[in-house]
């Protein structure tokens, strides 16, 4: 079963940036390649989302367009959100995963940005 492994989370003042990492492992390379991925959040009390995808192409959730940026690295399996003007309703567990996800959430990384 394909695992995944988010990092980099911490925390962060309003407008600040954060980096996070997703190590994925068990997936083929050719199958990697032409994988849709994504970022997901979870905010306490809110349901899990996902704010940003890549594959075919890139897409954000409205909520974080034109601050967040994702992007994949298939020589290295890996793949990652570069989040920046962080805002304090940006705060949420951080989940990488496939799209359509599956079962293989992991720990996630919590992102806390507060003054």
């Known amino acids: ?5 988010a990092s980099g989370g911490g ?3 309003p407008g600040g940036s954060l980096r996070l990492s997703c190590i994925t492992s068990r ?3 050719s199958v990697f390649n032409v994988q849709e991925f994504g ?10 989302e996902l704010v940003a995808r890549i594959g075919r192409s890139i897409d954000y959730a409205d909520s974080v367009k034109g601050r967040f940026t ?4 298939n020589a290295r399996k890996r793949f990652y ?16 995963n496939k799209v359509p996800a599956s ?3 992991g720990q996630g990384t919590q992102v806390t940005v507060s003054s």
């Not at 994702?70 to 690295?73: A, E, L, N, S």
């Not at 959100?81 to 990488?96: F, G, R």
């Open 27 to 29: 997936f083929i390379t």
């Open 81 to 96: 959100l570069q989040m920046n003007s962080l805002k304090p309703e940006d705060t949420a567990v951080y989940y990488c």
């Open 1 to 5: 079963q394909v695992q995944f492994v």
């Open 11 to 13: 925390l962060a003042q």
């Open 39 to 48: 970022w997901y959040r979870e905010a306490p009390g809110k349901q899990r």
């Open 103 to 105: 079962d293989s959430w």
């Open 70 to 73: 994702i992007t994949k690295d």
